[in-house]
């Protein structure tokens, strides 16, 4: 799956050239004009990295980033027209991981993405990659079994499938679509209601069992920080 980059300018020259370089790279934007939208992008998509301005209507840059700091160490690009020392330290200090002052080149703002993201993902603890757990849900990968509260549940291998890719990432939002493709294949013709029916039948085994339903889009499975 592409890296997903939250975006926060509200200068819209300056918003729609930066997405247009970072998709041109393959990544995927979420760009908007207020922290309190990128706030709710936090909450629900967990971005691998944002690209942030201070100077913002509403709640600023400064305060976004202390507060995605008090749950996330996801890398954070400051960007601003402020070029103060005092200005680059308190943004350093609140969490930032980097400071680019405007006006500056998108390529080199591309740059320093792509060595965030490898920076971020090298200091990823190795996961144990045959158990996911994910709150009271746990899959062991090679026995194919799954575990609720403690005791094993007998599910199917696209229910599995389903379960696995929701707990793989707690809190995002995945399509409908997204998850007809992943768990059916690509060469699946059927309508996208085979993926409601699925989740019918794990919230039926797994009553307690967070799945939300995110109208008019798809499904996410919730976790802590929500």
């Given at each position: ?30 760009a ?5 939208k ?52 308190l ?7 980097d ?45 194919r079994r ?6 094993e ?15 793989s ?8 679509e ?9 060469d ?39």
């Open positions: 799956m592409d890296q997903l980059i939250g975006l926060v300018e509200d200068d819209p020259n300056i918003r729609d050239i930066v997405e247009a370089y970072l998709k041109k790279e393959g990544y995927e934007v979420e908007v004009d207020t922290a309190e990128a706030w709710e992008i936090f909450e629900q998509e967990a971005p691998d990295l944002w690209v942030l301005d201070i100077m913002l209507p509403g709640m600023d840059g400064y305060e976004f980033c202390k507060r995605v700091r008090q749950t996330s160490e996801v890398p954070i690009i400051i960007i601003s027209a402020k070029d103060d020392e005092v200005d680059k330290i943004g350093l200090e609140l969490g930032g991981d400071y680019l002052t405007k006006p500056f080149s998108p390529r080199e703002l591309v740059a320093r993405v792509k060595r965030h993201l490898k920076r971020w993902q090298v200091m990823q603890p190795e996961q144990d990659t045959d158990t996911i757990q994910a709150g009271d849900l746990q899959l062991s990968e090679s026995e799954a575990y609720f509260q403690g005791a549940v007998d599910v199917t291998t696209k229910e599995f499938e389903l379960l696995k890719i929701l707990a990432q707690e809190n995002r939002a995945f399509s409908r997204e998850l007809l493709v992943r768990v059916w294949g690509d699946y013709f059927g309508s996208d209601r085979a993926v409601d029916d699925l989740v019918k039948r794990i919230r039926k085994k797994m009553k307690e069992l967070p799945i939300e339903t995110v109208w008019g889009h798809g499904y996410r499975l919730r976790g802590p920080s929500s």
